[in-house]
Each structure stands twice: as C-alpha cells, then as structure tokens.
C-alpha cells in the first residue's frame, strides 16, 4: 500500500517498454545506479514515532533523524505548512 493520500484515488505507477537493446541496457544501467541501496534512504519510526533515515554511506550504515537532503529552512517550512488544514486537499 502506497502511503501517500492520493493513492486512493489516483495510480501513479507507470511501465516502460523500450524495443532498441541498446537503449534499454541504459536505461537499466541507470535505474540500477538510481536504485542502489546507497542511492536511497529506508524509513522506519524509532520507539518514540519518531522518523528515521536509514541508507549506506561508503559500506557503512547511517542513520539520520532529519531529511537527508532538507535545509533548516525547508524544514521549517514544512512544519508550518503542516499546521495548515491541507489534508482534505491531497
């Protein structure tokens, strides 16, 4: 199950079929390097709720507690857009 709201209603998953081998050994070559598990972070919740990054770095294990690739600005424009009533919206 998707988590996301808008999944109940719309289905975003999309196929590609590619006919040139060429072309689709590429294009494997990239999703794979996109895929990676150093290329991606797992989420879980610690005993608290609280959110937690989890992805590879150099063959080591990290675990972060705030987005990845967020700013203090992004996150405090998230937090404030959280006290908006959007949920309706999604």
Request: charged share 30%; net charge negative; hydrophobic share 40%.
């Amino acid at each position: 199950y998707n988590m996301d709201p808008r999944s109940r209603v719309w289905n975003s998953e999309i196929a590609l079929i590619v006919r040139n081998p060429d072309f689709a050994r590429q294009v494997l070559q990239e999703m794979e390097r996109d895929f990676a598990p150093e290329a991606a972070w797992r989420l879980s919740l610690d005993d608290t709720g609280a959110l937690v990054w989890t992805g590879e770095s150099e063959d080591e294990l990290v675990q972060l507690t705030k987005d990845p690739g967020s700013s203090w600005w992004d996150r405090f424009l998230w937090g404030m857009l959280r006290l908006l009533p959007l949920e309706n919206e999604l």
